[in-house]
């Protein structure tokens, strides 16, 4: 039995040395129903409500335990055995006592289920390596050591564990108490060093415990590169020395760390007290953050950067629905459900919040509340579907009842004007929703389960013409033309979704999926481009084509936008062909070489090139965007390749594979079919797609 989570602070017959999390068997129970509960230690039986515990789990056949740590004695006798260590359930006595198997100990070891607590166990194909705690493996480092990563092969019936390290000619073995499993890692996680790590496998260099880098390459044997935004090359180390930690994200609102005096990248004319938003981040983690009033952005490391709540004084919040039942410092006094507006915003991250019910303000972090959409004057409302009464009651309001919002108080009060009702309500917004509108002129797309109209269905873009009333109030309908059709639509405003207008000057082509476009082809066809040249009030497009003979229209939902997305971090480049020499030269780069842009500025590129060492400038409209590989592709070989970048190995034209492996500089670590040992490293400039697998791209 352990202490139900619903369980006041304190225990009805208190506390007596045990804690939510002790677990103890039950001895016996009094004639009033109170429970005598055993728990390791103890001298004697613990009294407890049984309204106040719960049954756990029962351990089964297999199941993975650990010895508790804390243990000092056990009821059978500790023997030879190690707090802490882990075993695996072999029996189940009919008196509920288990038999562990332990892999030092050539018996069962026999115990209570309150003596052990359940670990994760561990599986077949699991990396793992020694635990940082442990000075002394059981059965000895042999030439291992805590940066050594394996896989393991086997595992005993008594839990020891067989392990296969690279590069050592027979298996390891090891007692799953002194092993962890390896954080599974991606080219492109954020990480830093582990605090409890006194010293990365290869030192630190100029790295510190603070820096925070991104995963560029992974070796098989559990070697990384750490690409970090003041070096200009990747920092190695083991898997087992770094730790993810959460990335940051463009948008984010960051300012520099108090403690930090001298930043990575400069000041660049900042202060302590400078505050920017994220705008971009390059390949190896610099943040180039906006800055009002600044003209260039500012680069910032990572490491010395802190988030900001990114609350602002005006700012509509509630609780979040993920903190539950948990006290969430006043929510709980005014409702989970209720609105308040921030009125100022502290450096520790707490927010200072005011509602319309309540005199004062009050205290949170940020972390606890998220941002909800303000009300503004002008917008429709009616009463939120579910509400029993409103806060200051209904005065002559009814559930249905629809109206405008006048006013908006600095604490989120609001006045509305309802339809039919003389005066301005008083309202709190949480009991309130906002009643979609549409405006005169927006464009509007009937929604998927809409129901057909004439020529009309669910996908039509139109273009509002007005609103529906009953006498002098709005029915909740909305009248849209739709071209083709002579007739407005008119239907409930639920009914429509706001979508992005198109505009004259825009290029656009016919969707592939339109077979047969309402107003004809007019000698056109879905690789025709055209230049919308005119728009008509209820959305008809009049296209210009330099082959068009005569004016080409087309309905607004059958057209998509043809843009020319610039070039960002992270996409995958080559030289365009049209290009003799680059204005920075070629150097080592070839039209054919594929590289992936890792930062940008001003219309430049800085292009990384799994060959070089260092990234290589050119002008952004000298590239052209090609298709990445990625993790899984089916490869061969380039047809006509005379000699890889770096050798053939076993391979011929004849190989194929598949990509397992990406680095950050576009290398390619390839399993060629019918081979064993390490992945096979290749230039992706010298990799074509396999033609023969499924869902082939064109090879960039």
């Given at each position: 039995?352990?202490?139900?989570?619903?369980t006041?602070?304190?225990?009805?017959?208190?506390?007596?040395?045990?804690?939510?999390?002790?677990?103890?068997t039950?001895?016996?129970?009094d004639d009033?129903?109170?429970?005598?509960?055993?728990f390791?230690?103890?001298?004697r039986?613990?009294?407890a409500?049984?309204a106040?515990?719960e049954?756990?789990?029962e351990?089964?056949?297999?199941?993975?335990?650990?010895?508790?740590?804390?243990?000092t004695t056990a009821?059978?006798?500790?023997?030879?055995?190690?707090?802490?260590?882990?075993?695996?359930?072999?029996?189940?006595?009919?008196?509920?006592?288990?038999?562990?198997?332990?892999?030092y100990?050539?018996?069962p070891?026999?115990?209570e289920?309150?003596e052990?607590?359940?670990?994760?166990?561990?599986r077949?194909?699991?990396r793992?390596?020694v635990?940082?705690?442990?000075?002394?493996?059981?059965?000895a480092?042999?030439g291992?050591?805590?940066?050594?990563v394996g896989?393991?092969?086997e595992?005993e019936?008594?839990g020891l564990?067989?392990?296969?390290?690279?590069?050592r000619?027979?298996?390891?073995?090891?007692?799953p108490?002194?092993?962890?499993?390896?954080?599974?890692?991606?080219?492109?996680?954020?990480?830093?060093?582990?605090?409890?790590?006194?010293?990365?496998?290869y030192g630190?260099?100029?790295?510190?415990?603070?820096?925070?880098?991104?995963?560029?390459?992974?070796?098989?044997?559990?070697?990384?590169?750490?690409?970090?935004?003041?070096?200009s090359?990747?920092?190695?180390?083991?898997v087992?020395?770094?730790e993810?930690?959460?990335?940051?994200?463009?948008g984010q609102?960051?300012?520099?760390?108090?403690?930090?005096?001298q930043?990575?990248l400069?000041?660049?004319?900042?202060?302590?007290?400078?505050v920017?938003?994220i705008?971009?981040?390059?390949m190896?983690?610099a943040?180039n953050?906006r800055?009002?009033g600044?003209?260039?952005?500012?680069?910032?490391?990572p490491?010395?950067?802190?988030?900001?709540?990114?609350?602002?004084?005006g700012?509509?919040v509630?609780?979040?629905?993920?903190?539950?039942t948990?006290?969430?410092?006043?929510?709980n006094?005014?409702?989970?459900e209720?609105?308040a507006?921030?009125?100022?915003?502290?450096?520790t991250?707490?927010?200072e919040l005011?509602?319309?019910f309540?005199?004062?303000?009050?205290?949170?972090?940020?972390?606890?509340?998220?941002?909800?959409?303000?009300?503004?004057?002008?917008?429709?409302?009616?009463?939120?579907?579910?509400l029993?009464?409103p806060?200051?009651g209904?005065?002559g309001?009814q559930?249905?009842s629809?109206?405008?919002?006048?006013?908006?108080?600095?604490?989120?009060?609001v006045?509305?004007a309802?339809?039919?009702?003389?005066?301005?309500?008083?309202?709190d917004?949480?009991?309130?929703?906002?009643e979609?509108m549409?405006?005169v002129?927006?464009w509007v797309?009937?929604?998927d389960?809409?129901?057909?109209?004439?020529?009309?269905g669910p996908g039509?873009v139109?273009?509002?013409?007005g609103?529906g009333?009953e006498?002098?109030?709005?029915?909740?309908?909305?009248?849209?033309?739709?071209?083709?059709?002579?007739?407005?639509?008119?239907?409930p405003?639920s009914?429509?979704q706001?979508?992005?207008r198109?505009?004259?000057?825009?290029?656009?082509?016919?969707?592939?999926?339109?077979?047969?476009?309402r107003?004809?082809w007019s000698?056109?066809?879905h690789a025709?481009?055209g230049?919308?040249?005119?728009?008509?009030?209820?959305?008809k497009?009049?296209?210009?084509?330099?082959?068009?003979?005569?004016?080409?229209?087309?309905d607004p939902s059958?057209?998509?936008l043809?843009?020319?997305?610039?070039?960002?971090?992270?996409d995958?480049?080559?030289?365009?062909a049209s290009?003799s020499?680059?204005?920075?030269?070629?150097?080592?780069v070839?039209?054919?070489?594929?590289g992936?842009?890792?930062r940008m500025?001003?219309g430049?590129?800085?292009?990384?090139f799994?060959?070089?060492d260092?990234?290589?400038?050119?002008?952004?409209?000298e590239?052209?965007r090609v298709r990445?590989?990625?993790?899984?592709?089916?490869?061969r070989?380039?047809?006509?390749?005379v000699?890889?970048?770096?050798?053939?190995?076993?391979e011929t034209?004849?190989?194929?594979?598949?990509?397992?492996?990406?680095?950050?500089?576009?290398k390619?670590r390839?399993k060629?079919?019918?081979?064993?040992?390490?992945?096979?490293?290749?230039?992706?400039?010298d990799?074509?797609?396999?033609?023969s697998?499924?869902?082939i791209?064109?090879?960039?």
């Amino acid at each position: 039995m352990e202490l139900s989570p619903r369980t006041d602070i304190e225990a009805r017959f208190g506390w007596r040395g045990q804690s939510r999390d002790s677990i103890g068997t039950v001895l016996c129970v009094d004639d009033d129903g109170i429970l005598r509960v055993g728990f390791p230690g103890a001298s004697r039986g613990w009294k407890a409500d049984p309204a106040e515990m719960e049954r756990v789990e029962e351990f089964k056949v297999g199941d993975w335990v650990r010895i508790r740590p804390t243990l000092t004695t056990a009821k059978h006798g500790l023997g030879s055995v190690t707090p802490g260590s882990i075993g695996i359930v072999y029996c189940i006595r009919p008196d509920s006592s288990l038999l562990l198997e332990l892999c030092y100990l050539p018996n069962p070891w026999h115990c209570e289920p309150e003596e052990v607590e359940p670990v994760s166990p561990f599986r077949i194909g699991d990396r793992v390596c020694v635990k940082r705690s442990v000075a002394e493996p059981r059965y000895a480092w042999g030439g291992e050591t805590h940066h050594s990563v394996g896989r393991i092969s086997e595992i005993e019936n008594d839990g020891l564990l067989i392990i296969e390290i690279p590069d050592r000619p027979i298996p390891w073995q090891a007692d799953p108490s002194d092993m962890e499993k390896v954080e599974a890692f991606k080219v492109g996680d954020w990480v830093r060093v582990k605090a409890s790590v006194p010293s990365p496998k290869y030192g630190w260099e100029d790295i510190t415990r603070n820096s925070i880098g991104i995963i560029h390459s992974l070796e098989e044997d559990g070697d990384m590169g750490v690409a970090f935004c003041f070096r200009s090359k990747p920092f190695s180390c083991s898997v087992t020395d770094v730790e993810k930690v959460p990335p940051f994200e463009v948008g984010q609102e960051i300012h520099m760390m108090p403690s930090v005096t001298q930043p990575r990248l400069g000041w660049s004319n900042e202060t302590a007290a400078t505050v920017g938003k994220i705008a971009r981040i390059d390949m190896d983690g610099a943040l180039n953050v906006r800055v009002t009033g600044r003209q260039s952005l500012w680069r910032v490391s990572p490491g010395d950067a802190e988030r900001l709540s990114g609350f602002e004084v005006g700012d509509w919040v509630r609780s979040k629905p993920s903190l539950g039942t948990r006290p969430s410092y006043d929510w709980n006094s005014i409702g989970k459900e209720s609105v308040a507006i921030v009125h100022s915003v502290q450096e520790t991250g707490y927010l200072e919040l005011a509602c319309c019910f309540r005199k004062g303000k009050w205290i949170t972090h940020y972390t606890d509340v998220e941002k909800v959409p303000c009300f503004k004057v002008g917008q429709y409302v009616r009463f939120r579907s579910g509400l029993v009464e409103p806060r200051w009651g209904w005065r002559g309001a009814q559930p249905n009842s629809r109206g405008i919002i006048t006013s908006v108080h600095a604490d989120g009060e609001v006045r509305v004007a309802f339809f039919g009702l003389s005066g301005l309500w008083k309202g709190d917004p949480a009991d309130l929703e906002i009643e979609q509108m549409f405006e005169v002129g927006e464009w509007v797309r009937l929604i998927d389960n809409a129901s057909n109209w004439k020529s009309i269905g669910p996908g039509s873009v139109g273009v509002v013409q007005g609103i529906g009333y009953e006498g002098d109030e709005w029915n909740g309908t909305t009248y849209v033309g739709f071209c083709g059709e002579q007739e407005r639509w008119v239907g409930p405003t639920s009914h429509l979704q706001r979508v992005e207008r198109l505009m004259v000057g825009q290029k656009v082509s016919v969707n592939l999926s339109v077979k047969h476009p309402r107003f004809g082809w007019s000698g056109h066809n879905h690789a025709s481009v055209g230049t919308i040249s005119a728009i008509d009030a209820d959305g008809k497009l009049r296209i210009y084509t330099p082959a068009g003979s005569k004016a080409w229209m087309l309905d607004p939902s059958e057209v998509d936008l043809v843009e020319e997305e610039e070039l960002r971090i992270g996409d995958w480049v080559r030289v365009k062909a049209s290009v003799s020499t680059p204005i920075h030269q070629w150097g080592e780069v070839r039209h054919s070489s594929l590289g992936v842009v890792h930062r940008m500025e001003d219309g430049e590129l800085w292009v990384a090139f799994c060959f070089l060492d260092r990234l290589w400038l050119c002008k952004a409209l000298e590239m052209e965007r090609v298709r990445p590989f990625k993790v899984g592709d089916k490869v061969r070989i380039r047809e006509g390749l005379v000699t890889p970048r770096w050798g053939w190995g076993m391979e011929t034209h004849a190989s194929k594979g598949q990509v397992v492996g990406v680095d950050a500089n576009g290398k390619l670590r390839i399993k060629f079919r019918w081979r064993e040992g390490r992945p096979w490293i290749g230039d992706p400039a010298d990799i074509a797609l396999d033609e023969s697998s499924v869902g082939i791209m064109g090879n960039s």
